[in-house]
């Protein structure tokens, strides 16, 4: 094993399309390092908090969605974030550490403090929402973790994670790891109506997807609005249609020739994409109903949560012994 890994997701609706490269790359991951993936429901919170959020739901079907892409309950803990308590107990002592202003500078804070408040109207003018760095921090530290895949847009808060294990292990002595980021290349796929794919917006493929939903939702896909005809030459590059392409279907180089030469129409581009995803996500459909029979996605968490317990609880007697907790 190259060595230890942590990363999870906010369970605030179900997965799409936009999300499984993130998944296929732990997937790809899990044999290679001990990897360690948490539903972080506290996250969720921290924007959440009003919303009347259905956890016992949400966190069933992400965990659903995690095993039908092929996350192995037998190489890698799934578990609640909220289950393992040491998370919480961590995210507390390192916030007596933590100056004010790394958490004011980070750049999703200020970002979303526009996108979503300002302008969402939402009220997150909360510590919890300030703090949701450090509590991921917090996520990544208690697995002693040297190594967490992101997005290039997560890089700052693996930034400040290193930080703070710095000025930790400066105050205490050396007790965690400098984590690492692991970018992982995910497409940016926009929403079928072109806009940012988001289930509030309803332009979203589920990983549940059915053929005939598949269908529907490839249907509402924006086209180039300068064909007419189906034999004017295309734009492929202003095409939503061909933007998906791009990520799953292989032979795009033939794609794009046909559409520029109009010898392919817009109707039959859009069949050829519809079937591709089908048989994407037709073999998760068939392991999701493998893993849907009543307990067996609980029994998978619990064991996953005794899994983390064990590191988690290691780790946090540690920390207490350093800072002459007792």
């Known amino acids: 094993m190259k060595g230890r890994i942590f990363s999870g997701m906010r369970p605030t609706g179900s997965l799409h399309i936009g999300h499984l490269s993130v998944i296929q790359n732990w997937a790809a991951l899990q044999s290679e390092y001990q990897s360690y993936y948490g539903i972080v429901d506290q996250h969720a919170l ?18 659903l969605d995690w095993l039908s892409v092929g996350i192995d309950p037998e190489q890698s803990a799934i578990f609640v974030q909220s289950h393992i308590k040491e998370h919480a107990e961590l995210h507390l ?9 790394w958490l004011e500078r980070v750049p999703t804070y200020k970002d979303q403090m526009q996108q979503l408040g300002k302008e969402g109207g939402k009220d997150i003018s909360t ?14 530290l208690v697995y002693k973790a040297d190594t967490v895949p992101v ?61 005939a939903e598949i269908k529907e939702k490839v249907q509402q896909m924006v086209t180039d609005p300068a064909r007419l005809r189906k034999d004017d030459p295309g734009h492929p590059e202003v095409c939503i249609v061909y933007k ?8 795009v180089a033939e794609v794009e020739e046909n559409c520029r030469g109009g010898k392919i ?7 050829h994409l519809a079937e591709n995803l089908d048989k994407l996500l037709s073999p998760f459909r068939e392991r999701r109903a493998l893993w849907e029979e009543p307990g067996k996605v609980e029994r998978v968490l619990e064991q996953g949560a005794e899994q983390a317990r064990q590191v988690t609880q290691e780790t946090m007697k540690e920390v207490r012994h350093v800072m002459g907790l007792r």
């Not at 921290?46 to 079907?61: C, K, N, P, Q, S």
């Not at 002592?93 to 202003?101: D, E, K, R, V």
């Not at 690492?180 to 940012?196: E, H, T």
């Open 265 to 271: 129409g817009c109707v039959a581009c859009k069949r």
């Open 244 to 251: 998906f392409h791009e990520v799953y279907t292989p032979e």
């Open 93 to 101: 002592l390192l916030s007596m550490i933590t100056p004010l202003s």
């Open 46 to 63: 921290t924007t959440g908090y009003e919303d009347g959020l259905d956890f016992g739901v949400l966190i069933r079907e992400i965990a």
């Open 151 to 211: 997005g290039e847009d997560q890089i700052p808060h693996v930034e400040l994670c290193r930080e703070i294990a710095r000025r930790f292990n400066h105050l205490y002595g050396q007790v965690f790891p400098e984590p690492k980021a692991l970018i992982g290349k995910v497409p940016l796929l926009p929403g079928v109506d072109g806009r940012k794919m988001s289930k509030s917006y309803n332009n979203t493929i589920s990983l549940t997807a059915s053929t």
């Open 127 to 140: 510590y919890g929402f300030l703090g949701y760095p450090l509590l991921m921090a917090a996520d990544i």
